[in-house]
């Protein structure tokens, strides 16, 4: 071997490696295997919905940690329903802050500016046309298929209003930063309470005792409370469950006799 060549092998070897920074991915750009929920996805999605999850097909988007931000649904349920939203945003910390942008009245004030700005209107319905494109490919990959009962129906509002930010949100975790204008800027407003280099889930959604099994919340409260005025909700054991069942039936038994007894005493009294 030649020797000038041994030598700068090894000069190139005793050089400083440049340190590699890891450059995070967007959603939208993680292969479609890792978009797969696993029974572990579905017990946390379930438990930050505070309900059984059901016809989730993929992950778009997940956290730092792993766990999912965002299910794609099904465009067609398993009872044969068709669902048009897609993109259902589930993360509790996220929730209560796009809640917390709607009280506000960010909505209405989107809404004007969609009427008075075209060129956020165009890319406002360019991001219809980006979601309804999105819906046909998960419902192809998911083996469902075309659901013509929902052609040409977003969610959201869109293309032309804006009805519920957490779906422009979602749509914007799962598409990435450029689709749909207003979910990216519900998402920098929001960044004083959540943003997508950090873990959010520590505390967020109750993980201790049984997975959710009946409906509780759509937009629980788990994550920011004080963002949405009012207490997270509380899973009672089945037992506290028959046992305020009971409770309720004793006392509409104790007002309808209330009420029988004070119409025979009206009807005594005339």
């Not at 809404?111 to 192809?140: F, K, P, T």
Request: glycine content about 10%.
């Amino acid at each position: 071997m030649d020797d000038n060549r041994v030598d700068q092998n090894r000069a190139d070897e005793n050089q400083p490696q440049a340190a590699q920074t890891p450059v995070p991915l967007p959603a939208s750009s993680a292969p479609v295997a890792s978009r797969q929920p696993s029974p572990h996805d579905l017990e946390v999605l379930s438990r930050q919905l505070g309900r059984p999850v059901r016809d989730v097909v993929e992950i778009p988007a997940r956290c730092v940690c792993g766990n999912p931000l965002v299910a794609a649904t099904s465009p067609r349920l398993s009872n044969g329903t068709p669902f048009p939203t897609t993109f259902y945003l589930t993360h509790p910390v996220i929730t209560s802050a796009v809640s917390r942008l709607e009280a506000a009245g960010l909505m209405n004030e989107m809404n004007v500016r969609l009427a008075a700005d075209v060129d956020l209107a165009a890319r406002y319905r360019a991001a219809h046309e980006a979601y309804l494109a999105s819906r046909a490919e998960i419902g192809a990959r998911s083996g469902i298929g075309a659901v013509p009962e929902i052609d040409g129906v977003s969610a959201g509002g869109m293309p032309t209003r804006v009805k519920c930010l957490h779906v422009l949100v979602g749509h914007s975790l799962a598409a990435g930063t450029g689709v749909n204008p207003l979910g990216d800027e519900a998402i920098a407003a929001i960044a004083e309470w959540w943003t997508a280099d950090r873990c959010y889930c520590d505390g967020a959604w109750d993980t201790g005792g049984e997975v959710p099994s009946r409906d509780l919340s759509r937009h629980g409260p788990q994550g920011l409370p004080e963002i949405v005025g009012r207490p997270a909700p509380v899973r009672k054991s089945r037992g506290a469950e028959a046992a305020g069942a009971a409770e309720g039936a004793e006392a509409a038994g104790a007002a309808d006799g209330a009420d029988a007894a004070g119409t025979a005493s009206t009807e005594e009294t005339k």
